[in-house]
């Protein structure tokens, strides 16, 4: 089985290329997903979260606000380091398992779309890494648009991730998203058909 990870920065189209790529026949897991799995009611992370910032950070039901812990490690590097602690290992954990359970069904190309994949060292774990990229001022625009954001805020959150170009420099295939869905699909298409053959080339 082929192991594919998808990255790129916030608002490059990382969720229509792994759309398409589920579409075209490829199984597809997502990072962010699992990172709220890991911190939900019981789990040992909710217990480390717990621990570590306290139950200011728990809803009125007693489980994880996303905001609440969101605006304040965003804010603090301290914080945001112990969360990613917290929630990293238990993701890639998460991924391997499915990984694994994927290649024991004879699955042919799996993907796990990691946001934060070349920031958190991981891009080794994997047979491919595909990059999204777009120009700087749509990738602003389109995360203003989605998240209603500022542009001072948009900036920051940029700002955290990873040059976009680094990325790209590190891939094994960057798939621009500049224009139309319609190009996005295609170039995400040929991309899928290179990824085909290398699995091929990988089971040989």
């Known amino acids: 089985m082929l192991r594919v ?3 790129g920065g916030i608002g490059t189209g990382k969720s229509a290329v792994l759309a398409t790529l589920a579409g075209l026949g490829a199984h597809v897991i997502v990072a962010d997903l699992l990172a709220r799995e890991v911190i939900e009611p019981g789990t040992s ?3 480390a979260v717990l621990r570590r910032f306290g139950p200011a950070v728990f809803d009125a039901g007693g489980r994880v ?3 609440r812990l969101g605006a304040l490690v965003f804010c603090d590097q301290t914080a945001l380091g112990d969360l990613e602690a917290i929630v990293h290992p ?3 954990d998460a991924i391997r398992d499915w990984m694994a359970a994927r290649a024991d069904e004879g699955v042919q ?3 796990a779309e990691i946001p934060l994949l070349f920031e958190t060292h991981h891009e080794a774990d994997f047979d491919r890494v595909v990059v999204t ?3 700087p001022a749509e990738q602003e625009r389109r995360v203003m648009a989605r998240d209603g954001l500022s542009a001072a805020d948009v900036q920051r959150r940029i700002a ?3 040059p976009l170009e680094d990325k790209a420099r590190r891939a094994d295939f960057v798939i621009r998203t500049d224009g139309s869905m319609v190009d996005t699909a295609r170039r995400t298409s040929d991309v899928w058909r290179t ?5 091929t080339d990988h089971r040989v």
């Open 160 to 162: 955290a991730q990873w």
């Open 90 to 92: 238990r993701v890639y």
């Open 65 to 67: 606000d996303r905001a």
């Open 109 to 111: 190309i799996a993907v």
């Open 5 to 7: 990870a998808l990255t």
């Open 195 to 199: 990824l085909l053959a290398l699995d």
């Open 45 to 47: 992370g909710e217990a």
């Open 133 to 135: 990229a777009c120009e």
